[in-house]
């Protein structure tokens, strides 16, 4: 009796909690991000709530480079991630047999480690006169990579082949986990199918396989791209002054220079960015059930 | 030296923690950060409600690692009065933002006394955040050094007293470099390329740079500061230098990454510790001076028993205790006679007990008001890429 006249209201009991905790740590932080924006003022004289729209050009003019160099190291090692992630969770899906999860496992198990201490080991490794380095340079592939542009003077750190590679290395997990989920669902008897009508190996995979796992590929590519462009960390360790990323700059606009109006201004600069960059991404693949 | 080993953690330790730590705990999505504020948060305000200007109780908030075990306990028995001893200050500009407010305001912020860097203290001062001492109440004040008596942002000490101080230098490796160094322009030379770090922090690195360009960092105008900043940037450009840093220069000298680093003496001191080839540079053209200041916050609860507080720690027999645990400049004179009977090694550490004319060559920062502060700034964070 009860539960009956309750049943229209169900679905809104449901959804309480979610819409509760959404308003309360979404829609409130991204309101005062918003009204912070476009305040005047610094932290001495206090902040005043003043459409100051010049904020977001003042920000746009200064750090179109850190906002350039963000979308491309992101992209890049979106691109690197999804060469090596990809493989990698074929053969896990396919070929990992009885072994799968503890496969699974070795690719989630940096994460028992905290994001900043794997960054920083990566400056011990990367040492310039570490043992990588010194047998690398010592059999000439310094002089290569050096030629190539990929390391400076023979050295990687502060360079921005650290950053995107340690980029690249930190967010790997994200672009395999999904990639697998959707290899792994894919129905077997497709693929036999598509040998039964005579499609080789490498067609069976790009006409089948291939399609079939776009979606998991969609969204590893967004759970490393987006993450990506706002990260800091990677760059303030292993990089210099000439690879940083926007997120260093909000970082800094936050805590060193108590510029709050500017600092949120970019946050929502950024956001902008990401989302066009996203729904071009997603229009291009055409994937309409995540889109 | 030897023999020391027990002591140099400390020191070491306070500065990781003070400039790279809680960077790290910003970094690590505030992780740190966020468990140091919860860590204080209980103490803000707490003594706000008794409202009863007392001698039994005092409030005082310094940096991690900047007092010895002893002197707070010492204290508490020959005064009586009861001592609340926080950690809270990790950084000038995240602590200004915490407390801007309350003080902007005009309220108690819980808090007797601070120790802030000079230009942080200065800006407190210019925006009467802070309580005038009373020097009757401070008589030990006469010990402080007499180069730090009358500083550009404070005349006369009338709001502040230093804590302790430091040197900015430059510190190296000579095996690396190859040759000694003697001025600040060495760290430019070509041959050094791509392992040359300087600081995050806008008066050491500008101000050891526009000492090596014959410029008086106390008298910096702007154009100054654009010229520094100019010629820092061409060395960013051409890939010299190879990172703006905070801490961390001591891990990439310590590694070999970094052949020459704009660095602190505390840090130096430290590191020598570990690799005695490593030296710290006192450049020829001058060097900067930092000090941290206390200072007792507008309406303070128990302003009293601070200064009673400051006049114990500048006693040269307990300002040796602290001393001898931190490292750093001692701005109290008599403590290197005093710190004899703790650690007689100590006394003689160039570094640790500045001759006078050691002192005299060294330089302090000009107080910038707040639009210099914020033009300054912009260069200078432009130039560090952020």
């Known amino acids: 009796m009860t539960?009956?006249?309750?049943?229209?209201?169900?679905?809104?009991?449901?959804l309480a909690p979610g819409v509760a905790w959404l308003a309360v740590f979404f829609v409130v932080p991204m309101y005062t991000l918003a009204r912070q924006s476009l305040n005047d003022g610094t932290l001495e004289t206090g902040f005043r709530f003043a459409w100051e729209w010049a904020n977001y050009s003042d920000v746009v003019d200064r750090y179109q480079e850190q906002f350039i160099r963000s979308f491309r190291y992101a992209a890049t090692a979106t691109v690197l991630a999804f060469i090596i992630g990809y493989p990698l969770a074929y053969a896990i899906a396919f070929r990992g047999g009885r072994m799968k999860s503890y496969l699974l496992f070795l690719v989630v198990l940096p994460f028992?480690?905290?994001?900043?201490?794997?960054?920083?080991?990566?400056?011990?490794?990367?040492?310039?006169?570490?043992?990588?380095?010194?047998?690398?340079?010592?059999?000439?592939?310094?002089?290569?990579?050096?030629?190539?542009?990929?390391?400076?003077?023979?050295?990687?750190?502060?360079?921005?082949?650290?950053?995107?590679?340690?980029?690249?290395?930190?967010?790997?997990?994200?672009m395999v986990l999904p990639c697998y989920v959707s290899l792994e669902r894919i129905d077997r008897r497709l693929i036999e199918a598509?040998?039964?009508?005579?499609?080789?190996?490498?067609?069976?995979?790009?006409?089948?396989?291939?399609p079939l796992s776009l979606?998991?590929?969609?969204?590893?590519?967004?759970?490393?791209?987006?993450?990506?462009?706002?990260?800091?960390?990677?760059?303030?360790?292993?990089?210099?002054?000439?690879?940083?990323?926007?997120?260093?700059?909000?970082?800094?606009?936050?805590?060193?220079?108590?510029d709050y109006p500017g600092a949120a201004a970019l946050s929502f600069i950024l956001m902008a960015a990401i989302l066009v960059a996203v729904l071009v991404y997603a229009r291009l693949l055409g994937t309409e059930e995540l889109a | 030296m030897a023999g020391n080993d027990r002591l140099w953690l400390p020191s070491w330790r306070r500065r990781f923690t003070r400039r790279r730590l809680l960077k790290g705990g910003a970094l690590a999505a505030g992780g740190l950060a966020a468990a140091a504020f919860v860590g204080c948060g209980g103490d803000d305000g707490s003594?706000?409600?008794g409202g009863t200007p007392a001698l039994d109780s005092l409030n005082i908030s310094n940096w991690p690692y900047y007092?010895?075990?002893?002197?707070?306990?010492?204290?508490?028995?020959?005064?009586?009065?009861?001592?609340?001893?926080?950690?809270?200050?990790?950084?000038?500009?995240?602590?200004?933002?915490?407390?801007?407010?309350?003080?902007?305001?005009?309220?108690?912020?819980?808090?007797?006394?601070?120790?802030?860097?000079d230009w942080m203290a200065g800006k407190m001062i210019r925006l009467g955040y802070v309580e005038e001492l009373d020097k009757a109440n401070i008589p030990n004040w006469e010990n402080l050094s007499e180069s730090l008596k009358d500083v550009s942002f404070d005349p006369g000490r009338k709001y502040s007293l230093v804590w302790q101080s430091g040197f900015t230098g430059i510190g190296y490796n000579p095996e690396l470099t190859g040759r000694e160094l003697k001025s600040v322009n060495d760290i430019f030379d070509p041959e050094f390329a791509g392992h040359v770090t300087m600081l995050t922090e806008m008066r050491d690195t500008l101000g050891l740079v526009m000492l090596g360009m014959g410029v008086d960092p106390a008298e910096a105008r702007l154009a100054d500061a654009q010229a520094a900043v100019d010629k820092i940037q061409e060395?960013?450009?051409?890939?010299?230098?190879r990172a703006f840093t905070g801490n961390e220069y001591g891990d990439d000298l310590a590694r070999g990454d970094v052949w020459a680093a704009i660095a602190w003496s505390g840090d130096m001191i430290q590191l020598q510790a570990d690799d005695p080839n490593l030296q710290l540079l006192l450049p020829e053209e001058g060097f900067m001076l930092w000090s941290d200041n206390m200072m007792i916050p507008k309406g303070a609860d128990h302003k009293e028993a601070a200064e009673k507080f400051?006049?114990?720690?500048?006693?040269?027999?307990?300002?040796?205790l602290i001393s001898a645990y931190v490292q750093y400049i001692s701005p109290v004179q008599g403590t290197k006679d005093a710190i004899r009977d703790v650690d007689d090694t100590l006394a003689d550490n160039p570094l640790i007990f500045p001759d006078e004319a050691t002192l005299a060559r060294a330089h302090v920062f000009k107080p910038l008001d707040e639009d210099e502060d914020r033009e300054f700034n912009e260069l200078f964070q432009a130039l560090i890429g952020a």
């Not at chain 1, 598509?194 to 291939?210: E, I, K, N, S």
């Not at chain 1, 210099?240 to 936050?254: C, H, L, W, Y």
Request: glycine fraction near 8%.
């Open chain 1, 3 to 14: 539960i009956g006249r309750l049943r229209p209201l169900l679905p809104y009991i449901l």
């Open chain 1, 194 to 210: 598509a040998h039964d009508l005579y499609g080789g190996p490498v067609r069976a995979f790009l006409r089948v396989v291939f």
């Open chain 2, 67 to 117: 007092i010895d075990a002893d002197t707070v306990a010492n204290f508490q028995d020959e005064t009586g009065i009861a001592v609340s001893y926080t950690q809270d200050i990790n950084d000038n500009n995240e602590f200004f933002a915490k407390i801007n407010e309350p003080l902007n305001r005009g309220q108690n912020i819980g808090r007797d006394i601070v120790v802030l860097t």
């Open chain 1, 215 to 258: 979606p998991g590929v969609f969204a590893g590519s967004l759970l490393t791209f987006i993450p990506a462009v706002g990260d800091f960390i990677n760059a303030e360790i292993l990089g210099g002054p000439k690879t940083q990323m926007i997120g260093n700059v909000i970082q800094s606009r936050f805590l060193e220079v108590n």
């Open chain 2, 235 to 241: 060395y960013v450009d051409n890939g010299h230098i």
């Open chain 1, 112 to 174: 028992f480690t905290t994001y900043l201490i794997r960054t920083l080991a990566w400056q011990t490794i990367l040492s310039d006169q570490g043992d990588v380095l010194t047998t690398l340079r010592d059999i000439g592939v310094m002089d290569i990579t050096d030629s190539l542009g990929i390391s400076q003077n023979g050295r990687v750190l502060a360079t921005p082949t650290a950053v995107v590679m340690a980029i690249t290395y930190n967010f790997l997990p994200f």
């Open chain 2, 47 to 49: 003594d706000n409600g």
């Open chain 2, 310 to 320: 400051m006049n114990y720690v500048y006693d040269p027999v307990n300002q040796a």
